[in-house]
């Protein structure tokens, strides 16, 4: 398991110089500024079904606001560097600084609230964060159109097509990072409390122990990881757009965490990774001549990569509740680790 | 004076536009633990379906189409709650998340199949003209749809209270949100009465959905889920599984919106989830003050 691991690690590592094609996977060359590119977001929404994948699959806390952090990262960095002309160490201090001051705040207030109810006040902050985005206020967010970053507002080698291999490797680097993190914390003592609380919260807090303080712990953990994939994704996009806040964002990763499978690191990567890359080969295959020519009763569901991954989404949750990496793990068994 | 009674009169019909999609919403949730999300895909299809049979009546009279949308709209919307609760919540019985999570993949596939049929855009949507005429109340001239969606509320407030208070089944379900085990228990068929809350549900949003139409004189196929999450919030505020809470709640929040909205646009929505805030800290269950 740690030798494929470790062997991925380098195969995707060097394959900024590998200058093969893989007809019908990706177009263009693989090391081609596109394909690196569209790699760059399967890693970075891997990590991000990840930190998702701490709350809900280990503490079992249904969020539905996890975008509002994403979007913390993406945007205070975004504002930062772009309206108040800051150097990137700078920004990334602040954007550091309020990713752990907001879900602290947040968090505080919507676990007061349990399962169901949790869900919907988590909704309602991340619909407050949406607005606010929307709004542009003092214009500082750019309302709809979003906020690009101009090429004066970052070091050279983050600029460009031709350094697209520094931001993939920027990525990979994420991915991992935040995989050895989520993997250390959930391996640790709080992590242990936190998946006892997934099972029976009441009888933790018999135990002794506080479940608010752990819930917060992981709370605050996962929404900073997040705000860190929202730093990378805003280098790989090169500006904030008003999407990553949207409630239908939220949803999304939550797709992308049961699509991989609950409650495994790498099953939300897995997911992560997957869902990332079929939307946009989903939105390629509706552009092409065979789907075109289809009877509209055929051709306008194929052509929406929402009702594809919806449709896969209810089906998986119907039929595969362990989702990919349940069905994989039962398939070639305890091997590849998790919690069951 | 003027602005003021508008301002509460246009507020007034938010509110009863948000009751109509939290009254089902928190029936729904008393009752069977489940947080419908495919709350906004009813309302959506709902108003759609209304708006594609109003088109296909194009001969008849403005009034005559509207009063077909909303009849279509109704059981548009209870039909699709009613095959959402028997084909994807049933299977799941005890799986609470796994309802959740069925009910997310629902509205996203159906809002982006509906975009997909319709585009993004959004379409108008013909009245009768005293709909578009105003109406002189306190010295301001208030749209007369804003009157009605207030009126048609209240009249589904009253019905709601009737069929809760006064029939077998509303006692079956107010004993289920008290507590189903125990329905159970007494050999009541309490799955009926979750078919029957869904469909009841259904038909309330896809009268929210076609309502919402004539109040915004538009359809488009976001609205759904941006006032679904308005809802969410109404019914937390008024206390899950209580109608009358969800009531009060709604008529606070669509006003509080309306009022600060005016001054400045956003604030308002933004002061709703602050409200929510309080709230939430201060009576943890909400109005009426359970605190499951």
Known sequence: ?340 | MTTIALLLITGLGLGALYFLIAAGLSLIWGLMRVLNFAHGAFFTVAAYAGWSAANAAGGAPVGVRWLIAVLVAVIVGAVFATLTEVLLIRPLYARHVGQVLVTVGLSLATISLVQGGFGSDPQTFALPSWMTATTNVIGANVPNTRLLVIAVAALVFALLLFFLRRTRFGLIVRAGVENRAMVQALGIDVQRAFTLVFAIGGAAAGLAGMLAATYYGTIDPGRGTSMLIFAFIVVIIGGLGSVTGSAVAAIVVGVIQQFLNYYATGIGDFSVVLLLAIVLLFRPGGFSGTTT
């Open chain 1, 1 to 340: 398991m740690a030798i494929g691991v470790a062997v991925a690690i380098v195969v995707f590592a060097a394959l900024p110089f590998a200058g093969i094609t893989i007809p019908g996977i990706f177009d263009g060359p693989l090391n081609g500024p596109g394909t690196l590119n569209l790699l760059g977001l399967c890693f970075v929404f891997g990590a991000l079904a990840l930190t998702y994948d701490l709350v809900f699959g280990y503490v079992g806390l249904l969020s539905f606001g996890h975008a509002l952090y994403f979007a913390t990262g993406v945007y205070v960095t975004a504002i930062a560097l772009a309206r108040w002309h800051w150097s990137l160490p700078a920004a990334l201090a602040l954007t550091a600084v309020v990713s752990v001051l907001l879900p602290l705040a947040l968090g505080a207030i919507c676990l007061r609230m349990r399962d169901i109810p949790f869900a919907m006040v988590t909704l309602a902050f991340a619909q407050a964060g949406s607005i606010l985005v929307m709004q542009n206020p003092f214009g500082l967010t750019g309302g709809e159109e979003g906020l690009a970053l101009g090429g004066d507002t970052l070091p050279a080698a983050l600029v460009g097509v031709v350094n697209t291999r520094n931001v993939y490797w920027m990525a990979l680097v994420l991915l991992i990072v935040v995989y050895a993190i989520a993997w250390r914390a959930v391996n640790s003592p709080p992590g242990r409390v936190w998946q006892a609380i997934r099972e029976n919260e009441r009888r933790v807090n018999v135990l002794g122990l506080n479940p608010y303080l752990y819930k917060l712990g992981a709370f605050v953990l996962s929404a900073f990881l997040a705000s860190a994939t929202g730093v990378v994704y805003l280098l790989l996009q090169g500006g904030a757009n008003p999407q990553v806040t949207t409630a239908d964002f939220t949803l999304a990763l939550l797709v992308m965490v049961v699509l991989g499978g609950v409650g495994t690191l790498w099953g939300a990567v897995l997911g992560g990774v997957l869902y990332e890359y079929l939307d946009f080969r989903l939105i390629a295959l509706a552009n092409t001549t065979g789907v075109k020519d289809l009877p509209a009763l055929l051709r306008v569901p194929l052509s929406e990569p929402l009702f594809l991954l919806g449709v896969l989404f209810i089906v998986l949750v119907l039929f595969v509740p362990g989702g990919l990496g349940g069905a994989l793990r039962r398939r070639f068994g305890a091997a590849l680790g998790g919690s069951p």
